[in-house]
């Protein structure tokens, strides 16, 4: 099992920025993907952003794209999305996710280890 604490999240006036954290403890040797997902008030859980955990390839949700940035420091076991240019259509839960089987970058399934998760607002 791998414990996973978010960080970072606000309240943030539309083109600003934030950075959230995500820090992973555990059997982090296991992970294959991490992933940032987001669940806005009456819709359904999206993956916006993806993270091979040894490669370190990455996938976006279009609607994201040019915009934020996943990375990684696997030394600090810690998954970081760079936010920029926000919109209110962001404004969101958003969580952290690591799946520990192989899967497509692209696919938002299996991932068994869930954070509790950070609120982003952004205002217009």
């Known amino acids: 099992q791998v414990q996973l604490v978010e960080s970072g999240g606000g309240l943030v006036q539309a083109g600003g920025s934030l950075r959230l954290s995500c820090a992973a403890s555990?059997?982090?040797?296991?992970?294959?993907?991490m992933g940032w997902f987001r669940q806005a008030p009456g819709k359904e859980r999206e993956l916006v952003a993806a993270?091979?955990?040894?490669?370190?390839?990455?996938y976006y949700v279009d609607s994201v794209k040019g915009r934020f940035t996943i990375s990684r420091d696997n030394a600090k076991s810690t998954v970081y999305l760079q936010m920029n240019s926000l919109k209110p259509e962001d404004t969101a839960v958003y969580f952290c996710?690591?799946?520990?089987?192989?899967?497509?970058?692209?696919?938002?399934?299996?991932?068994?280890?869930w954070g509790q998760g950070t609120q982003v607002t952004v205002s217009s």
């Open positions: 555990g059997r982090t040797f296991s992970i294959y993907t």
């Open positions: 996710a690591a799946r520990r089987v192989w899967g497509r970058i692209n696919e938002g399934i299996e991932y068994a280890d």
């Open positions: 993270i091979s955990w040894s490669v370190g390839n990455t």
